[in-house]
């Protein structure tokens, strides 16, 4: 009250007191009615973030994180750089605003962008925030690959996910120790090797990829290792003419070779290819068919070089041999 019918509302607001205050005034003179009048006062205030500057959310789950701030009169929200798809940050018109959503798939990892808060009291209010987003590991690499004996083979497994994901493994049957899969630490693992003789088959590798979110990747691996085609059986047989017979050629390799044969076999007598690695080599040669028949037996699996065999089917005479009735 200056004393002459006016009064002063003077000061320094100090940190924190922005806002706005009612305030009641009454002037009296000795003189029914007083005079009252409501007066508001607004104290301007610089904003402020005063929430944290990171948060995680998850793929696949609804979350949202609540940016608060100080400062009068509230401060509007806005921001600068990416975030991830169905994630949004939305400005309550409160003096805070909601980061939220429901990451979408494939989205995992690590988003920084600026948050900026402004109430036309300078300066702006700025915040560098770490938005992580965790993603289940999902193995995106083929589940099947070839090697060949005796060549150098690689195969890169691959993953998504954040954060990135360890690999491991288990083989049935057991890994040839010429091949090894090793865990990079990147997300990736890398099978590789130069299978040696006898490594041929197929290897069922079953992946695990964990990277501490919630359900862990898993994957079936088939590695097929090509080896080329050897005939395991003998070269030579002995039938009896007019009396059934029977033998088996026998090869090794991987895929299983086809059989098949060239030159001529007595009346009566077939070679046929059982498909599984295997051949019969059958039949009742014809009477007066003594003889000794080359014939030359190939296995091909496509693998390396084809397997060639000279073999000899001896029929001999039926005479002498006696028949048991």
Known sequence: D????????????????????????????????????????????????????????????????TVTSSGFPYPAFSFSGSLPSDISLTDNLDGTA?????????????F???ITADNDIPPQAEQLFTLTVNEAPEI???????????????????TNGYPLASINYSSVPDLPTSITLVDND?????????????DGGVYLISLT???????????????????????????????????????????SGTPLPTISYSGELPDGVTLVDQRDGTATLSGTPAATSTNTYPINIKATNGVGIDANQDFTLVVQSSAG?????
């Not at 610089?46 to 948060?55: F, G, K």
């Not at 990147?186 to 006898?198: E, N, R």
């Not at 080896?227 to 059934?244: C, D, G, L, R």
Request: charged share 10%.
């Open 2 to 65: 200056n004393g002459g019918g006016t009064a002063t509302l003077s000061g320094t607001p100090g940190s924190g007191d922005g806002g706005s205050y009612a305030i009641t005034l009454t002037a009296n003179n000795g003189v029914n009615p007083l005079a009252t009048q409501s007066l508001t006062l607004k104290i301007g205030q610089q904003p402020a973030i005063t929430s944290l500057d990171n948060t995680t959310f998850v793929v696949g789950s609804s979350d949202s994180f």
């Open 98 to 110: 909601t980061l939220g959503g429901t990451p979408a798939d494939g989205t995992g990892g690590v």
């Open 112 to 114: 920084q962008f600026t």
């Open 140 to 158: 995106t690499s083929n589940d099947h690959t070839n090697f060949s004996v005796n060549a150098a083979g690689e195969f890169t497994i691959t």
């Open 186 to 198: 990147d997300g990736t693992g890398t099978l590789s090797g130069t299978p040696q003789a006898g």
């Open 209 to 251: 990829a964990d990277n501490g979110i919630d359900p862990d990747a898993t994957q079936s691996l088939t590695l097929s290792i090509g080896e080329s085609p050897v005939i395991t059986s003998a070269n030579t047989v002995t039938f009896v003419e007019s009396n059934p017979g029977s033998f088996s050629i026998t090869t």
């Open 321 to 325: 041999v006696a028949s048991i009735n």
